[in-house]
């Protein structure tokens, strides 16, 4: 080994050469020391070296490594070996080829999404210190108040109140019934109107009606009252030619061609479907002709009350 740098002027330090001609790591080690007898500021004694070998030797980092040890102990330098070099991997070409191209298809998925590729932004470390050093920001409170929810606010409904019932159908009604509901009495036996009665409730029954509310959608009532209402509008002997307005369907053959006036004074036994055998029944309820069917106040209480119960709120 030879030395690279030598002072300039005062005595030169004398040359000790080792040469190891084995290139073996665990061979001699050519060890190059300059020694000599000149004391430095501490009275210890001046030793260089050079790490330099020959061109003409190959040795790899290890061997390198293992001639500055050598080096260093000899020397007696109370200094702290240097870290072994490592060894870098070299990468395989298939590894490399494998990685550029899974570069490029993430590059080329990038480019077709329109999407701007993502930059890794360096992050700096956030010691206890800083964090403690930083005061916790209580959110202010906006000045137009709280913060709307995305949520509709609707007012609650209020609860409906019932105010104090007054109204009764006591004259219409028996007794045991006046502190009944619509909807109840339109379903009880006919009986329970005020004025009917046991024997003309039988009648009734025998003519097909049994409940209140049968009595108000009676079909013969409704006929009955319809051709009074109707009588009301007609105009006497004013049928014009080519008019044709009828109640065929609701009455016998027999009286179809007479006017409205001419009818409501015939019996109830003129409907279609009412023989003359219930004449005799019906002027034992107070009826003896159809304009008394359409008007009869039993009848049009039943109808108002059944009407009336559709629209009655259920009360507790």
Known sequence: LSSSSRPSSGPQPTIMTICCPCRHRDGPIAEGIESSSDQDDRGGVKRTWDESFPADVEMDARTIFDAKMAILRAVGKPEAPQREPEQKAEPSPAADSGAHGSTLAQAADVRASGAEAPKSEPTQPTTASETDAKPSVAPTPSPSGPAKTNQSQTPAKKARTTP????NINSAVDRAYEVKSFAHISMADVAALEGIGKAKGDILNRLGVRTVRDLGHWKFYRIAKALVRLSALEERHGRRPGTVCNANRALDREHEGKELGSIVRLPPSALEGLGRRVDAEFRSLGVTSISDLGTWKFARW???????????????
Do not use: D, P, V, W
């Open 164 to 167: 104090a019932l007054r109204m």
């Open 302 to 316: 039943a109808e108002a009350i059944t009407e009336m119960a559709k629209h009655e709120e259920k009360l507790s």
